[in-house]
């Protein structure tokens, strides 16, 4: 049987919207005078999952989740039970069954315009992760800050690298940041100064949502990763690169990551971007037996940074690349991260680290696009950026282009408000 490709929702279908019935990611919200609760992006509407469950139209085994103010509850229920739920959508949104499309009361309490709903942070995360798995970006780096000719560290090529980041400042597009203060080592003085930040940064990420927690002890394979993955979001793990340079060694990021980490406020189910998996990027030399990959685990994700400044009339976009050139999967990641014994939960945040591609509109960050501030860009309204100015808003946005469809993320966008 052939799935339906239309909703009668009219808005999903044109081809440019990234919610069409194709995706149906999930998210949570509010409307004014309500609590939050789950929904589901389509077209240019919500719809109240809350509402449907409470008329009896979804799965029996979800019954009373959707009436929360995050998705781990609906998360936790299983691979079975999301995809009994997102059948259950599919036919209510296709009118394959017109339970929802024929009842003109529940149409009106189920479906919210976008405009009308306040978007929240969709998961509680109980831990954040953020790897650093884009093989340009690693060059790039190594190479304005360590040595040019040999840029990547020995490990690079043989391990996912990665560090445990701040779970508790990640937050949800829209949620303004303030510039981070900390200490800063400048060129030609013996000790460091307290400083706000003076290269703030932006990083161009995805993110994956674990779905299936794992015990203690118990490593997850590449082949099982898949399963503990419920979907992915856009993020932006926006970075203090001046107060990194001074702390990172030996120990890594610190206060230069834990101020603030942007994601997207809908995730987009692993099921919504099955046909969009590619093959894996060829890895030399040939990864250890546990990071050996029978199955497709790259993804084709077109994705897109916009800077505006304040007042500017419009955005400029930045940076154009694609996810699928990641050399490091996320089920390498997952692999990684599990096979010295630690256990993942449900709701926790992997970042994938930057993502560059191979020409200079490419990089993911203004770092790599700027040259550490060297070569800064020039803006549509002709104003110039080395590094972020206090009011500017960075706006990213992915999709999977599909045939007449895409599969989108929506946007994170993070505007940048002064230091206190």
Not at 26 to 35: H, I, L, R
Request: glycine share 10%.
């Amino acid at each position: 049987m052939t799935a339906p490709q239309t909703s009668w929702i009219d808005s999903a279908n044109d081809g440019k919207s990234h919610f069409p019935l194709q995706n149906l990611p999930y998210g949570v919200f509010s409307t004014q005078g309500q609590t939050p609760r789950v929904g589901v992006a389509i077209g240019d509407q919500v719809v109240d999952l809350a509402a449907l469950d409470q008329a009896g139209l979804l799965p029996e085994a979800a019954r009373g989740t959707f009436a929360a103010a995050s998705l781990n509850r609906f998360i936790a229920l299983g691979q079975p039970v999301w995809s009994e739920t997102r059948r259950r959508l599919t036919a209510l949104l296709s009118g394959a069954d017109a339970a929802l499309r024929d009842n003109a009361a529940l149409r009106h309490q189920a479906l919210v315009p976008m405009s009308a709903a306040t978007l929240h942070l969709p998961v509680e995360i109980p831990g954040y992760t953020d790897f650093y798995s884009s093989k340009e970006h690693a060059t790039n780096v190594g190479r304005m800050f360590r040595d040019p000719d040999n840029a990547l560290l020995p490990n690079w090529l043989e391990i996912p690298i990665g560090y445990n980041g701040r779970a508790s400042s990640v937050v949800v597009s829209g949620t303004p940041l303030h510039r981070p203060n900390g200490q800063i080592k400048l060129p030609n003085e013996a000790r460091p100064v307290f400083s706000a930040c003076r290269k703030l940064d932006f990083e161009l990420e995805m993110g994956f949502i674990v779905g299936k927690a794992s015990a203690l002890g118990e490593p997850v394979s590449t082949a099982d990763a898949p399963a503990h993955m419920f979907g992915m979001v856009l993020l932006n793990d926006w970075s203090a690169r001046d107060i990194q340079q001074w702390e990172y060694v030996p120990l890594g990021p610190f206060n230069s990551k834990g101020f603030g980490t942007s994601i997207s406020p809908w995730v987009v189910t692993m099921e919504a971007l099955e046909p969009f998996r590619r093959d894996n990027p060829a890895q030399s030399p040939e990864p250890l037996a546990y990071l050996r990959q029978q199955d497709k685990n790259a993804y084709d994700i077109a994705l897109e940074v916009a800077l505006q400044p304040d007042g500017a009339a419009a955005p400029s976009t930045i940076c154009r690349t694609n996810f699928k050139a990641m050399y490091w999967t996320m089920a390498q990641q997952l692999a990684h991260h599990t096979v010295s014994g630690c256990n993942v939960r449900v709701g926790d945040l992997m970042g994938s680290g930057t993502i560059s591609g191979t020409t200079p509109d490419s990089y993911g960050s203004l770092l790599e696009l700027t040259r550490n501030g060297a070569e800064p860009l020039t803006l549509a309204d002709g104003s110039q950026r080395g590094f972020l100015q206090d009011g500017d808003e960075v706006i990213m946005t992915g999709y999977c282009q599909g045939d007449g469809y895409r599969v989108g993320f929506g946007t994170v966008a993070g505007k940048i408000l002064p230091a206190r």
